[in-house]
């Protein structure tokens, strides 16, 4: 499975197009992170527990998106873009979509 | 009286430690932006003609970077006053530094010798007071070629 942010591969030809596909996923933050988040709210400084916790869910919404576009028979996803927006006090979604190719 | 001394020592110990944490991660952004310099990130959308035998492969870096609580009332007193808002600034300078880093961290892992199509998202994770910003994430993506 070839995934890239580019429209084309280089080197390669697209033979089929199947359209847009996408995943995402939405997650919350448990207490002991939200106390630690609010701590450094105050001193400033990077928050590893929210890298890691969105890095993880990131990963799930990108697995989403291959499992939709090898549904659809595609072997790569062009043209990829992540998007993430903030739901709910304590909650982010995590968003990932492309389009579905054939490449030779 | 109580709440002013409080307000205080979060403004005190917000200053100390947030000017800490920003100078010790300036040094190690400088530090690492030196060590990384040999794998260039660019904008373009093409990649470089005539190499037709490079590999793609998506790379991203992320990171969640939060204000201290001083910068946190100085940008609200900019808020009345309006203008630039350079705490605010050099948060998200050292959020996207730190992003593009990752990537280009993860795409020396491959041994990519040139990241392009770099797109970057901000999104503002945690709100604080008054919805100023808490904290905010940058995410970094491009693709990474690597020589096969």
Known sequence: ?104 | MYDLIIFLVLLLLGYGFGRYAESRHYKSIRHREIKLNQIPAVASRVPPPGRPDLQSQLVTGSVVVSVDYFKRFLASLRNIFGGRISSYESLLDRARREAILRMKQQAKELNAELVFNIKMETASIHKGQGNTIGSVEVLAYGTALIPS
């Open chain 1, 1 to 104: 499975m070839i995934v890239s942010n580019l429209e084309v591969v280089p080197g390669k030809r697209i033979t089929k197009h199947y359209g847009l596909v996408q995943g995402s996923s939405v997650r919350a933050k448990h207490v002991g992170r939200d106390f630690m988040a609010g701590l450094k709210n105050i001193f400033g400084g990077e928050l590893k527990g929210y890298t890691e916790l969105l890095q993880e869910s990131r990963e799930e919404a990108y697995e989403r998106m291959l499992k939709m576009a090898k549904a659809t028979g595609a072997n790569a996803v062009l043209n990829v873009r992540f998007s993430t927006s903030s739901v709910a006090a304590g909650a982010a979604e995590l968003f990932a979509y492309g389009t579905a190719v054939t490449l030779e």
